[in-house]
């Protein structure tokens, strides 16, 4: 079972910035595509963004583009999230995830994603 620990999470204002991280293990990052999900109460988990092993291709959800980027660090088992121009809405409780395989699909979904973090709370209020 693979392990996924998230941080960097908290309160900030909109307009703000936070960057994310997550680690694990070296397996992981060496074999691993990897994403980010978040669920806002009420609502179902939604994908966010994607990257894939060697950092080629990565993906991200439309109402993320232009504002958050997703980047790794295989050698120090890293996986970022920064996140730019953050709105109320931005609020939840992220999640980092990793697939089976290196590559990604043509369209993220949970479903691609077997390996789960606990989840770390972003919540953008003034």
């Known amino acids: 079972q693979a392990q996924l620990v998230e941080s960097g999470g908290g309160l900030v204002q909109p307009g703000g910035s936070l960057r994310l991280s997550c680690t694990g293990s070296?397996?992981?990052?060496?074999?691993?595509?990897m994403g980010w999900f978040r669920q806002a109460p009420g609502k179902e988990r939604e994908f966010v963004a994607a990257?894939?092993?060697?950092?080629?291709?990565?993906e991200f959800s439309d109402f993320v583009r232009d504002r958050f980027t997703i980047s790794r660090d295989n050698a120090k088992n890293l996986l970022y999230l920064q996140m730019d121009s953050l709105k109320p809405e931005d609020t939840a409780v992220y999640y980092c995830?990793?697939?089976?395989?290196?590559?990604?699909?043509?369209?993220?979904?949970?479903?691609?994603?077997?390996?789960w973090g606990q989840g770390v709370q972003v919540t953008v209020s003034s």
């Open positions: 990257i894939s092993r060697f950092s080629s291709n990565a």
């Open positions: 070296g397996r992981i990052f060496g074999t691993s595509a």
């Open positions: 995830a990793a697939r089976d395989r290196g590559s990604l699909s043509s369209r993220s979904t949970e479903a691609d994603f077997s390996y």
